[in-house]
């Protein structure tokens, strides 16, 4: 193993991806189908867009440990916040907007 050096991201996101409804037997919520991996791009290049894609990183994740049937959830470091309820690409910025604006108030 080796470390990959890098300039760290100021914040990171982690968005559930993870779809249960086509599961057998399956009687437990989960993130997708309303958040799609489209979401996740969407975000990304509005990331990109908004300048911030050396300073804002967003992944893909699989369960996050927080299903429910409000919506998807994400999480975001260093805060290790989580939120649940996400409905769309447009909450996903929202919540990153927020994030960010927490951070620029700490500096």
Not at 20 to 35: D, E, M, Y
Not at 58 to 74: A, S
């Amino acid at each position: 193993m080796e470390d990959i050096n890098f300039i760290k991201p100021k914040l990171h996101f982690f968005i559930c991806l993870n779809d249960r409804s086509t599961a057998l037997l399956n009687n437990k919520s989960s993130c997708a189908p309303l958040i799609k991996p489209e979401h996740l791009k969407e975000v990304k290049e509005w990331i990109r867009a908004q300048g911030l894609g050396r300073d804002v990183y967003c992944t893909g994740t699989r369960c996050l440990g927080f299903c429910n049937p409000e919506g998807g959830v994400m999480c975001m470091y260093p805060s290790g916040r989580f939120v649940k309820g996400l409905q769309n690409a447009e909450d996903i910025k929202k919540v990153i907007s927020e994030e960010l604006t927490l951070i620029n108030q700490n500096l």
